[in-house]
């Protein structure tokens, strides 16, 4: 174990040598964690799951194919000497092929957590009354796909990168460690109570579990169709503590356009430092703008924008010139299950094709997390959005009430990576 550790550790710290320093101490939790995984699925892989030796279930070398499918499934067997071998031998004789497992210990019997390779006419009600009658309980069933195949190490470790790399990460980092489940963040100022009930070590309730948000508040994670384990719920908790070792942090990528008159600009990623700058920016704006943008009168800029520039609530672009001076922002909010964009580009800026810009970036961010797709909310009387929408080429659904209008893009495999400036030219990227 203490192997496993280190060579974990190793590989963190080499992975996260070309972006923000990360010291040795921070990966401890999560390496940990790793490499426990690491440990557990190769005991897996050579005890109990596979089929006897003399009925491997193998074809006959040239025997053709047959039509199969990939099943995830979880169930809850006695921890007593014999019942997994029991359960895997019921799924050798139907020719199911375990191609990993992971087990998750419960203070009374354990969940085992299977990949499985199934006969193609094997229905998922079939697949639990098996495993029903070899003695699983709580059986909870589900199709999966090629992605499915990366083993839980390495998952674990391309999440913890991510996260550490980028602060907008750890909810996504999140949603793909637990797999469907609403996360909610809840600022330290609307929390109230409800953060104060929440420990330092967080709180775990059946398909509930709760942290402590790094910046103050609440991270509320749930997923009614699947209690979580204390494993999940102790891997969860190893991506907030090192999300909140690590602080504020950003891609320093950067990329630098040329607009038709021959005006430079320079799209980046912003976040809560940028506060003032931005504030700079809304005061520029015209009350119809910022009535376009918020739907309403504005009232104190600082009551929203560390909301929205917060790593913790998405991602955000920010179009600056030359000088520095922020004329646009760009959100990607992670809202529930959803995810909208929002756009306010200065007066002086507007037709350019910076919005334009900014929406195709916000959008391929989307796609590259997989989102299904996002919403815009805005006025009626807002062509500029709508037309920036219908520029995506993607199918879009409105929908209108009482003068506001909510535009759902569908996203693709297809969904472009960026729309490009009109008539600007794109001079390089650092």
């Keep these: ?33 790793i490499a426990t995984a690491g440990v557990r699925t190769r005991w897996s892989q050579r005890h109990g799951q596979a ?85 699983g309980a709580h059986t909870w069933t589900e199709r999966a796909d090629a992605h499915d195949l990366v083993d839980a190490p390495t998952r674990l470790l391309g999440l913890a990168t991510r996260t550490a790399l980028d602060a907008a990460e750890l909810p996504l980092a999140l949603r793909q460690l637990l797999g469907r489940c609403t996360i909610r963040s ?95 920016m809304h005061e520029r704006c015209s009350a119809r703008t910022l009535g376009m943008r918020y739907h309403g009168p504005v009232g104190d800029a600082d009551r929203y924008l560390n909301h929205l520039l917060s790593p913790r609530f998405g991602r955000t672009l920010a179009v600056q010139t030359a000088s520095g001076r ?20 200065e007066d002086a800026w507007q037709r350019r094709g910076v919005g334009a810009e900014l929406l195709g970036r916000l959008v391929a961010m989307a796609a590259e997390t997989g989102c299904e797709s996002v919403y815009a909310v805005t006025q009626a009387s807002n062509t500029g959005m709508v037309a920036a929408m219908r520029g995506l080429g993607l199918p879009l659904h409105y929908q209108i009430e009482e003068g506001t209008l909510v535009v759902t893009a569908r996203l693709t495999p297809a969904s472009p990576a960026a729309v490009p400036l009109p008539h600007a030219e ?5």
Excluded at 426 to 430: K, L, S
């Design 1 to 33: 174990m203490s192997r496993d550790l280190s060579d974990v550790t190793d590989a963190l710290t080499h992975l996260f040598a070309h972006g923000p320093a990360v010291p040795a101490m921070l990966l401890a939790p999560v390496a940990a964690l």
């Design 426 to 430: 794109r001079i390089g990227t650092d």
């Design 326 to 345: 922020i004329v646009g922002l760009g959100h990607l909010l992670w809202d529930g299950d959803e995810t909208e964009v929002a756009l306010l580009v």
């Design 186 to 280: 809840l600022p330290a100022s609307t929390a109230g109570s409800a953060g104060d009930d929440v420990p330092p070590q967080g709180t775990l309730e059946d398909t509930v579990l709760r942290l402590r948000a790094p910046e103050g508040g609440v991270i509320s994670v749930e997923r009614p169709y699947l209690p979580f384990t204390p494993a999940e719920f102790a891997r969860a908790r190893a991506l907030v503590e090192l999300d909140a070792r690590l602080g504020p942090r950003l891609p320093r990528g950067r990329d630098e356009l040329t607009l038709s008159e021959g005006r430079n600009i320079t799209v980046r990623r912003a976040d809560t430092r940028d506060v003032e700058a931005a504030k700079a």
């Design 51 to 135: 089929p006897p030796p003399d009925d491997t279930g193998a074809r006959p070398p040239g025997a053709e194919a047959e039509a199969s499918a990939l099943w995830r499934m979880r169930t809850t067997v006695r921890d007593a000497p014999g019942s997994l071998a029991a359960l895997c031998a019921a799924l050798a004789d139907r020719r199911i092929d375990i191609l990993s497992l992971q087990t998750h210990p419960l203070a009374e019997g354990t969940v085992d957590e299977f990949l499985l390779r199934a006969p193609g006419e094997l229905a998922g009600s079939e697949l639990t009354e098996l495993v029903t009658e070899a003695g």
